[in-house]
């Protein structure tokens, strides 16, 4: 992929499908349908990453209380991969979150997404349960961040 200027800005729930559509990670990707069920009446925010017209990563999110976001589902196509694109749309989501007054951001992930522990791990995301579910992989790690306006 070429190094063009990469942005990310709200999206389409039709935008949000074509990124999650190339993850294959994702058992069954959410289709448009899926999405507008889950989101309808949450006050949702989608926001993909894009490069040279080509959109490569997705982050969903929705209110989930008058104090706390819920930061649902994410990924990063194959070719935006190693680039930042997963840090500049969690950082982009947390600025959004914040200027919107709310004072927690909750995720969770699987063990089976290492990449995702990590990122979260790294922006101060803290694991306040785990849920255990099917296999050891498929655990969900429940984190949640409290944010601090300026």
């Known amino acids: 992929m070429s190094e063009g200027i990469m942005k990310i800005r709200e999206a389409s729930i039709d935008e949000a499908v074509v990124v999650l559509a190339q993850i294959a990670e994702f058992a069954a990707p959410a289709d448009k349908a899926a999405l507008s069920a889950r989101l309808r009446g949450r006050q949702p925010l989608i ?3 894009e490069r ?39 950082e982009a989501q947390e600025q959004w979150v914040e ?19 990590r990122l979260l791990l790294r922006n101060g995301y803290l694991i306040e349960h785990m849920e255990k579910k099917d296999g050891i992989e498929d655990y969900r790690l429940h ?4 944010l601090t306006s300026k």
Not at 53 to 78: H, M, N, Q
Not at 99 to 117: D, E, H, I, T
Not at 143 to 146: A, E, H, S
Request: charged residues 15%; glycine residues 10%; proline residues 3%.
């Open 52 to 90: 040279d017209d080509a959109l490569i990563g997705v982050k969903i999110g929705y209110r989930l209380s008058e104090t706390c976001f819920y930061s649902w589902l994410g990924g990063v196509a194959p070719a935006g991969r190693c680039h930042g694109v997963a840090q500049a749309l969690l």
């Open 47 to 49: 926001l993909v990453a």
């Open 99 to 117: 200027q919107q007054g709310y004072q927690a951001l909750r995720v969770k992930s699987r063990n089976r997404f290492p990449a995702m522990l």
């Open 143 to 146: 984190f949640v961040k409290t």
